[in-house]
């Protein structure tokens, strides 16, 4: 899924151009304002993920500043006034079990970022395919609309944590994911921003 911000995508092209560049089967839909993807995510999220024992799983996705994905989602989600997609849904963040049970020594100093990881661990054939050092340069190729460089970097970073999870289940016990529901303390956005208001009008 992308989010074009209003500008033109060549969907079947992109399909055919990444698919063959990764040589995977890519499905690729385009959206043309954040709402519309975020929905696309939800329907996702409610036909694919919840009626099945799907384990989701990200590197380094909990925290702001060095992470990304759940508080960016979080963020995107309360702003737009949607609810949050991921009802019955399980989630373990790798970045901890490579932290402490895998030796990830590169250069004199432990890798610790995904790219470095992943070259540790798996090896480097995603390196030549990712046009970017670092995911700043992501942020600008949107800005742009370089969306098929854009789309490679995302790609490749799927790919990566894709095959770490792998390795980890391999050779970690079940143990060592610390897995967590990422179902909502309260599912209904409506009755959460109600006592909120109701909250704030008693304070004042």
């Not at 709402?35 to 925290?63: C, M």
């Not at 399980?90 to 610790?112: C, G, K, V, W």
Request: with cysteine; hydrophobic share 40%.
């Amino acid at each position: 899924m992308i989010n074009t911000d209003q500008r033109p995508a060549d969907r079947a092209a992109l399909e055919t151009t990444l698919g063959d560049r990764f040589d995977i089967t890519l499905k690729l839909s385009c959206h043309r304002t954040e709402q519309e993807l975020l929905k696309s995510l939800t329907e996702f999220a409610t036909d694919s993920l919840t009626p099945k024992e799907y384990l989701l799983v990200a590197y380094n996705g909990e925290r702001f500043r060095s992470g990304f994905d759940l508080p960016f989602l979080r963020t995107r989600y309360t702003l737009q006034d949607a609810a949050w997609p991921f009802i019955d849904v399980s989630y373990a963040d790798l970045m901890p079990i490579f932290q402490h049970r895998f030796n990830t020594q590169l250069d004199d100093e432990p890798a610790a970022d995904l790219e470095g990881v992943y070259e540790t661990i798996v090896g480097n054939e995603l390196t030549a395919v990712d046009p970017f050092e670092d995911s700043n340069q992501a942020v600008e190729a949107f800005e742009d609309g370089a969306f098929e460089a854009l789309l490679r970097h995302n790609i490749a970073d799927i790919l990566r944590t894709n095959a770490l999870a792998a390795v980890g289940e391999q050779y970690c016990g079940k143990s060592e994911f610390d897995v967590k529901s990422l179902t909502p303390t309260v599912s209904d956005s409506t009755v959460f921003r109600s006592s909120a208001h109701e909250s704030v009008r008693h304070i004042f």
